[in-house]
């Protein structure tokens, strides 16, 4: 397709379809992850796992989802998004129903750290997507749109999952959310159509790379791993407040589990609002002649300020506030991973951005590998005030690294 066919390419609907698709492939993601979660207590029982080996299967999804990023982000550049998202899906939906099937602990594990190998490509085929199907303005809006599936899967998990499981036993559970997925792929093959955009906004981004680079060189990239830096301290925020949260409201501030569950879709709703008004809001300022790069990188800062009010939270403010604060901080990392992830989008040439952002997604799995460990440590020997007050640093951090990463050689930001 020539630069003159473009704009009805980028004006066609189906790249709306194709995004729907990618939320709902992203809420299928969370909701096959979150089963074992949910499940764990029913599962260890009938298996006989007691919470040491539970934490190693755990681990074991988390290893293979860390790896996975790097050789989907290959795969997804190597056949496309459409191919590659379809295997991918296909991949940990199958993983997942076998979940269904283990007879033992290791069994299980084989499993889950199968889900973890497919689960980590939705990350590379997204943006994939996103930086074929999206000019520049609306690239914001569209990563915002399917990181909100995100939390969507979070939120419909618990009462799905649980329904299915005391209705239909929890093997039933894994196989139906499993089945789901080839479902979808049927969907997504019926959506996905027409040729990717290749106007010149595609070969505006900040990075240029050549042919194919080895891993080497792109890891010699200052954008590359600048940006992976980013994500590996400030996602363990996210995952702090996902999955400790609830825990120190619960242990330390004497909510019941009942009590914890109606109130707790306050922050996942603030994160999807962060995601979706934080793609918006640096479209916008694209629009108004604002270079990419450069709007994302407003937004970034901004909530890299609103981000640290969860030091607050440290000095054990009343659950109303407190629980107002812990929104603010979803709704900040939201908006920073969001615009992070559209800077990535901007900065690395499409025919490598699937191979690259895999390498940089990794940087979050690694944080949240390094962070599961140091997190349990403070909370067991100092506070969880030591921890609120840690994490408030991290996202001015992350900024910062970011701002490093992509900024123009004489020192500008772009």
Not at 78 to 107: D, R, Y
Not at 153 to 176: C, D, V
Not at 241 to 253: A, S, T
Not at 286 to 301: C, D, E, F, T
């Amino acid at each position: 397709m020539n630069a003159a066919e473009a704009p009805s390419t980028i004006r066609s609907k189906a790249r709306w379809g194709i995004l729907a698709f990618l939320f709902l492939s992203t809420v299928l993601n969370y909701v096959d992850r979150q089963t074992l979660s949910i499940l764990a207590p029913i599962v260890q029982l009938d298996l006989g796992i007691d919470d040491r080996g539970y934490a190693t299967i755990v681990q074991l999804f988390l290893i293979a989802y860390t790896l996975a990023h790097l050789g989907a982000g290959w795969l997804t550049d190597k056949v496309g998004p459409k191919i590659g998202l379809t295997l991918f899906v296909a991949w940990w939906s199958l993983a997942n129903m076998l979940t269904g099937l283990a007879q033992s602990a290791m069994q299980l594990g084989m499993a889950r750290f199968a889900l973890g190998l497919g689960e980590a490509g939705n990350y590379t085929a997204a943006p994939k997507t996103v930086s074929e199907r999206f000019p520049a303005h609306e690239r914001g809006f569209a990563v915002g749109v399917y990181t909100a599936g995100a939390m969507v899967g979070a939120t419909i998990s618990p009462p799905l999952i649980g329904w299915l499981a005391l209705t239909h036993g929890w093997r039933a559970a894994f196989m139906a959310t499993g089945a789901l997925g080839f479902v979808w792929i049927i969907g997504w093959w019926l959506v996905h159509r027409g040729a990717p955009i290749v106007a010149a906004e595609a070969d505006d981004a900040t990075v240029e790379a050549s042919g194919k680079p080895g891993w080497l060189a792109l890891l010699r990239q200052r954008p590359v791993w600048g940006l992976a830096l980013a994500r590996m301290f400030t996602d363990p925020v996210w995952y702090f407040y996902l999955f400790w949260f609830p825990k120190y409201m619960i242990d330390d501030r004497g909510m019941n589990l009942l009590q914890m569950a109606q109130v707790a879709w306050i922050v996942y709703l603030a994160a999807d609002m962060g995601s979706l008004i934080g793609g918006w809001a640096s479209g916008r300022l694209v629009r108004r002649g604002i270079a990419p790069a450069r709007s994302r990188l407003w937004l970034m800062a901004g909530a890299a300020l609103l981000a640290p009010v969860g030091a607050s939270i440290a000095g054990g403010p009343s659950i109303p506030t407190t629980f107002v604060f812990a929104a603010l901080v979803a709704f900040a990392h939201l908006v920073f991973l969001t615009n992070l992830t559209t800077l990535a989008v901007d900065t690395f040439p499409r025919r490598h951005v699937a191979t690259i952002f895999g390498i940089i997604a990794a940087g979050s799995g690694l944080g949240g590998m390094l962070s599961t460990k140091l997190i349990g440590e403070l909370a067991s020997t100092q506070s969880y005030g030591t921890v609120f007050l840690a994490m408030a640093v991290m996202h001015p951090l992350g900024w910062l690294l970011a701002w490093w990463a992509v900024r123009r050689p004489h020192g500008a930001a772009t």
